[in-house]
């Protein structure tokens, strides 16, 4: 058993760290995180985290390099502070979606960001929606991979009507089905063919989306192009109301235009990622707080409990 449990919080999502301090009942334990004059990141911990059980929040958002460089800091710290053990806790990883070479001369960015945390001091990794679940195989550490699906589930319960789940790829349709089965509600696929990075056109939907409420599911909304592009096929196929889901709201580029302009109604994100303001220029989008399911998460490793209880 480790000595006494204590979370700290890189800059890059405080209020997720402190939502998650609450729910825990501690407080969060004091981090310097400056700058020097030329843009190195300046790291010192704030207390004794000596045989202590350690937990940093540090989601890779943007600007994903500083918030990398900051945890692998904070990371090496701890190690050098002595602390018993240290707990990545990554609700959105970075980089996963170059999870394999999909051409010739290029890096797996994914395993180089692995690399990167364990060589830091890492002993252990929770994390949420993996964008590749194989990811899980770069780390020769414990990796918890956690689901949102609990906290969005029970959202997507409050709606009236018959529901049909969308998944925007071929490659979704797992998480589609589980969402589907749970929700006992039916099962459809937009066949999409990608032409270039970030843009993506729906083709057809297979499966009955007419006179339901269609619900595009997907890990994350980057730049809402392949979202938005199945709810027009899905109207056009004779849903009667289109929302989204996803669990990491990257939310990059002309995401929020292309979401006020598009036809859905909700669009449902957690709060891995802040989404600032953001959300005060979106009507549509409704933030989620996963911050009791990764709560419970660290208050079961630290007590040496059984955290598979939360992937039911």
């Given at each position: 058993m480790y000595h006494e449990l204590k979370i700290?919080?890189?800059?890059?999502?405080?209020?997720?760290?402190?939502?998650?301090?609450?729910?825990?009942?501690?407080?969060?334990?004091?981090v310097l995180c400056d700058r020097f004059s030329d843009g190195e990141i300046r790291i010192e911990i704030g207390d004794n985290v000596r045989g202590g059980d350690v937990f940093v929040v540090q989601s890779l958002c943007a600007p994903v390099n500083d918030n990398l460089m900051e945890l692998c800091l904070m990371l090496d710290a701890l190690k050098r502070a002595s602390a018993g053990r240290?707990?990545?806790?990554?609700?959105?990883?970075?980089?996963?979606?170059?999870?394999?070479?999909?051409?010739?001369?290029?890096?797996?960015?994914?395993?180089?960001?692995?690399?990167?945390?364990?060589?830091?001091?890492?002993?252990?990794l929770v994390t949420l929606d993996l964008h590749a679940g194989q990811i899980q195989g770069f780390f020769n550490l414990p990796v918890?991979?956690?689901?949102?699906?609990?906290?969005?589930?029970?959202?997507?319960r409050q709606i009236e009507g018959e529901i049909v789940m969308v998944s925007p790829d071929a490659g979704g349709v797992e998480r589609a089905r589980a969402f589907?089965?749970?929700?006992?509600?039916?099962?459809?696929?937009?066949?999409?063919?990608?032409?270039?990075?970030?843009?993506?056109?729906?083709?057809?939907?297979?499966?009955?989306?007419?006179?339901?409420?269609?619900?595009?599911?997907?890990?994350?909304?980057?730049?809402?192009?392949?979202?938005?592009?199945?709810?027009?096929?899905?109207?056009?196929?004779?849903?009667?109301?289109?929302?989204?889901?996803?669990?990491?709201?990257?939310?990059?580029?002309?995401?929020?235009?292309?979401?006020?302009?598009?036809?859905?109604?909700?669009?449902?994100?957690?709060?891995?990622?802040?989404?600032?303001?953001?959300?005060d220029n979106c009507q549509k989008l409704e933030v989620l707080s996963i911050a009791g399911l990764l709560g419970k998460a660290i208050n079961n490793i630290h007590t040496e409990s059984s955290v598979s209880v939360l992937f039911v």
């Open positions: 700290l919080a890189g800059t890059s999502n405080p209020a997720l760290a402190n939502a998650i301090c609450d729910y825990i009942g501690i407080k969060p334990s004091p240290v707990t990545a806790v990554v609700p959105y990883y970075g980089y996963a979606r170059q999870d394999r070479k999909v051409s010739s001369r290029t890096p797996i960015s994914a395993k180089v960001v692995a690399d990167f945390l364990t060589l830091a001091g890492m002993s252990r918890d991979n956690l689901y949102a699906a609990p906290v969005l589930l029970e959202n997507l589907a089965k749970r929700l006992n509600a039916g099962l459809a696929i937009i066949d999409k063919r990608r032409d270039k990075p970030n843009q993506a056109s729906a083709m057809h939907v297979i499966g009955d989306v007419e006179g339901k409420t269609a619900v595009v599911l997907d890990d994350m909304i980057d730049t809402a192009g392949t979202m938005v592009a199945a709810a027009d096929v899905l109207l056009k196929n004779g849903a009667v109301d289109v929302m989204a889901c996803a669990t990491h709201p990257v939310l990059s580029g002309p995401a929020i235009e292309r979401i006020n302009n598009s036809p859905f109604s909700r669009v449902i994100v957690s709060d891995t990622i802040p989404v600032g303001h953001k959300k």
